[in-house]
């Protein structure tokens, strides 16, 4: 069975740093590309951060840039989003989704072909 699993979410002040993991069952990370997505209530969800198959590239939301780094880690067929100097408006849930793009990578859903079922990320003092 294939699966995504998210985990590391969880509360964190403002100003702090949570690690999220997505780890794949059922498959291997080494051909698909890899993105981060978050959806806040009420809002459309937003493509965060997203890797290539290589790792050569690498893409964030303007929101996020110098803030949030992913990572993968094929041997371990993990992806990792580092994310420091949190603020109230990163609160979502956010998931891990792969593609199949060739060597680049998206933060476009409408190419995902398999998704996670998400962690709570709450930024709150």
């Known amino acids: 069975q294939l699966q995504l699993v998210e985990s590391g979410g969880g509360l964190v002040q403002p100003g702090g740093s949570l690690r999220l993991s997505c780890v794949a069952s059922?498959?291997?990370?080494?051909?698909?590309?890899i993105s981060w997505f978050r959806q806040a209530p009420g809002k459309e969800p937003e493509g965060v951060a997203c890797?290539?198959?290589?790792?050569?590239?690498?893409d964030y939301a303007d929101s996020v840039k110098g803030r949030f780094a992913i990572s993968r880690d094929n041997a371990k067929n993990t992806v990792v989003l580092q994310m420091n100097s949190l603020k109230s408006e990163d609160t979502a849930d956010y998931y891990c989704?792969?593609?199949?793009?060739?060597?680049?990578?998206?933060?476009?859903?409408?190419?995902?072909?398999?998704w996670g079922k998400g962690t709570l990320v709450t930024v709150s003092s």
């Open positions: 989704a792969v593609a199949s793009v060739g060597d680049m990578c998206s933060l476009s859903y409408y190419v995902m072909e398999y």
């Open positions: 059922g498959f291997t990370l080494d051909y698909y590309a």
């Open positions: 890797i290539s198959v290589s790792g050569l590239t690498i």
